[in-house]
T-cell receptor, first 111, second 113 residues
């Protein structure tokens, strides 16, 4: 089983739609979680950090479910500019600085 | 502006040649990392360093070497021993306290023929 698993997509949604991605992780002791955004042929950029029960930043909401070992990312009112690959990233507790990256979920927002 | 720079953006080499990728940061971060990304795949850790003159192998270190002579710099050498060197190489840095978010440079796309 992979340490971090994501549905690769693509998720193809119309502008204005709400879309949600899930990510599961295998290490139950993991402490820190992040969502990164990666545009085609560019570097990943930090979108949100996810702590305790989750957090919200504008149209983006991240949730953490420790019991089921998954985190989610909800995007409301999708924009064309949201089209990208979203990477789920986990910090295993046994290595305080190393991050484990999921393979990413691709989102396409159409006009 | 604070950030991470990588050069060059594109690099072409012949098989059998060693090549060194540059990574510099002015964020005053202690830790630096090198990742490799292949099409449709996630990031894989090559090497990382927490402090000057010290570094550790990541998950796919074979065929690569690094140095950390200055806090700001963490160059990666792709040697001729690396069997499949063509890839997108990403350098990142982070603090060693707090939430450990990593910040990435723009990457170097290496093609070996």
């Amino acid at each position: 089983r992979k340490e971090v698993e994501q549905d690769p997509g693509p998720f193809n949604v119309p502008e204005g739609a709400t879309v949600a991605f899930n990510c599961t992780y295998s290490n139950s002791a993991s402490q820190s979680f992040f969502w990164y955004r990666q545009d085609c042929r560019k570097e990943p950029k930090l979108l949100m950090s996810v702590y305790s029960s989750g957090n919200e930043d504008g149209r983006f909401t991240a949730q953490l479910n420790r019991a089921s070992q998954y985190i989610s990312l909800l995007i409301r009112d999708s924009k064309l500019s949201d089209s990208a690959t979203y990477l789920c990233v986990v910090n295993p507790v046994d290595s305080s600085y190393k991050l484990i990256f999921g393979s990413g979920t691709r989102l396409l927002v159409r006009p | 502006d604070g950030g991470i720079t990588q050069s060059p953006k594109y690099l072409f080499r012949k098989e059998g040649q060693n090549v060194t990728l540059s990574c510099e940061q002015n964020l005053n971060h202690d830790a630096m990392y090198w990742y490799r990304q292949d099409p449709g795949q996630g990031l894989r850790l090559i090497y990382y360093s927490q402090i000057v003159n010290d570094f550790q192998k990541g998950d796919i270190a074979e065929g690569y070497s690094v140095s950390r002579e200055k806090k700001e710099s963490f160059p990666l050498t792709v040697t001729s021993a690396q069997k499949n060197p063509t890839a997108f190489y990403l350098c990142a840095s982070s603090m060693l306290s707090g939430s450990y978010e990593q910040y990435f440079g723009p990457g170097t796309r290496l093609t070996v023929t």
